[in-house]
């Protein structure tokens, strides 16, 4: 099992920044992909970044391409997402997620463990 807490999210005014970040524990040797997805009410889970934790390549959304920064540090088992130039159509709530995958991903059936979200209001 792997165990993913999320923290930092929070109000924001548009074009302001907020960063995100996600510990994880337990067995997450059996994963090699870590990600962040979005749900605002009403809509479906959408993948917003992933990171290949072998190699730290990225894949983003085209929704935050150049706002959003998925990162890493292995030695603590923590993933960040930094986020600038926020909207309000970033307002949601936002999880972190693990999983076992051949290449990236952002579908949620692909993501085996979820945290509980952290929730981000951007205002105009």
């Known amino acids: 099992q792997v165990q993913l807490v999320e923290s930092g999210g929070g109000s924001v005014q548009a074009g302001g920044s907020l960063r995100l970040s996600c510990a994880a524990s337990?067995?997450?040797?059996?994963?090699?992909?870590m990600a962040w997805f979005r749900q605002a009410p009403g809509k479906e889970r959408e993948g917003v970044a992933t990171?290949?934790?072998?190699?730290?390549?990225?894949a983003y959304a085209d929704s935050v391409k150049g706002r959003f920064t998925i990162s890493q540090d292995s030695a603590k088992n923590m993933v960040y997402l930094q986020m600038n130039s926020l909207k309000p159509e970033d307002t949601a709530m936002y999880y972190c997620?693990?999983?076992?995958?051949?290449?990236?991903?952002?579908?949620?059936?692909?993501?085996?463990?979820w945290g509980q979200g952290t929730q981000v209001t951007v205002s105009s």
């Open positions: 990171i290949y934790t072998a190699s730290g390549g990225t």
């Open positions: 997620a693990a999983g076992s995958a051949r290449w990236y991903t952002l579908l949620a059936r692909e993501y085996g463990y």
């Open positions: 337990g067995y997450t040797y059996s994963t090699n992909f």
